[in-house]
């Protein structure tokens, strides 16, 4: 398995395996011209785990300056419990690390708490989404 950047290329099959963990409820966010997006903005990391040539799992985050932040990582169902989701957390931390950040947290850890306390991340704050923005932005 490497771990390496996201290619354009790879938009497709990530979106089958957002699909296949049931993550593909808002394509506007996590569809392929999000992804190209994500790919241009310099304040974030897209990554993606490769096993025989082909992606198998990714995670994005996004670094501010100070601090770290996961918004997504999904591995596959057929390739869940092989270390993939842990390296790529692991791999994505010391980016963020390199890049000066000093904590790391992950917006939507989803159900899986074991994963993320394995890692050593601690339920620590509730989080508040305003979505769609337009609602934040109009009277
Ligand atoms: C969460 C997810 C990324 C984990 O990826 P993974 O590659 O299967 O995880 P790992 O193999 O690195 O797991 C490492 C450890 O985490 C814990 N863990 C992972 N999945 C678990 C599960 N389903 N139930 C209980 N513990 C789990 C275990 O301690 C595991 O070690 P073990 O297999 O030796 O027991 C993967 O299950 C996934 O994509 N899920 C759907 C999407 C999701 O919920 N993403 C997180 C929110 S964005």
Known sequence: MIIRDFSPTDCDVLVEIL????QYGD???????????VQACKAAEF?????????????KGVYDGSRALIHIV????????RGIGTALV???????????????????????LDFWNQ????LATRIML??????????
């Open 19 to 22: 699909r296949a963990n049931l």
């Open 27 to 37: 394509p506007a966010s996590e569809g392929p011209e999000a992804m190209l997006r």
């Open 47 to 59: 990554l993606v785990a490769e096993e025989d040539s082909h992606p198998v799992g990714m995670i």
């Open 74 to 81: 999904s591995v596959h169902p057929d390739y869940h419990r």
């Open 90 to 112: 692991r791999e994505i931390a010391k980016r963020f690390k390199k890049r000066g950040a000093t904590c790391l947290a992950v917006t939507v850890p989803g159900n899986r």
């Open 119 to 122: 890692l050593s991340f601690k």
């Open 130 to 139: 305003a979505h769609p923005l337009d609602l934040v932005i109009s009277d």
